[in-house]
């Protein structure tokens, strides 16, 4: 797995890196916020350990939408169940205190891995389960059909019928709260998709194309490629060497 370490304790990061390492995987010390906006953007972590005093709850809720694929864990110096109460809000999948026992940072990885196995098989199987619409949370009831239903042709127009606004007030009221337009977003979450597949399965090409939603494998390659910089075979070679 490849992990990124959010830290401000060297010590705690160095034992971190030895321990990670030791069990075989990639780790990213991230040094500053603007490393941390690559690293997740461009994808090149799939779990990110990070200090409460680094990245706030309310910067990991943000992050849980843009790039869902992407775990979270959280640690902190001063644990409390405020604390621990207020990680699970914000989406993390395990949360521990420091200094960490390597038996506790072992299970919660443990945990990640469980966590992007069904994920994986979710996307393989293309299981399409239906997303329920909570009304009194549009947006977020949007993420989760947009997530449920990524093989399929999503509009704009469909999405917001589903949580009964209108196109423009959904349009401006999706921008307000993800952060970037719909159609960005829905093609961001295809070719993340995408790169899970990728790395994880061997599955063709065009299959997984038809698997994120998108209409040819030409078609597929030529955004695939806008959008990280390689074709679809060169990034699972790429990240096949390096897992």
Known sequence: MEIGL???WKNECRLLEEWLHSWQHCVT???????????????RVQLVIASDLVVTFDEIRSWRVRVPDIDWIAVTTTPSYAWAEAAMLAGVIGFCALPAS??????LLKHARLQRS??????????TTEAGIDLSQPIESALA??????AEHLTLREVSRIVYLSPSHFSRL???KVGIPFNEYVLSCRINAARTLLTETHLPIELIAAKVGIASASQFSQTFK????FTPRAYRTLRTALL
Not at 102 to 107: D, G, L, P, S, Y
Not at 226 to 229: D, L
């Open 174 to 176: 999706f921008a307000q």
């Open 6 to 8: 959010c830290l401000t």
């Open 118 to 127: 069904c994920r994986l098989q979710a996307l393989s199987g293309m299981q």
């Open 226 to 229: 806008r959008m990280t910089g």
């Open 145 to 150: 059909y947009i997530g449920a239903h990524l």
């Open 102 to 107: 390597r038996a506790r940072i072992e299970a």
């Open 29 to 43: 010390i991230i040094q500053d916020t603007t490393m941390l906006h690559d690293c997740l953007w461009q994808h």
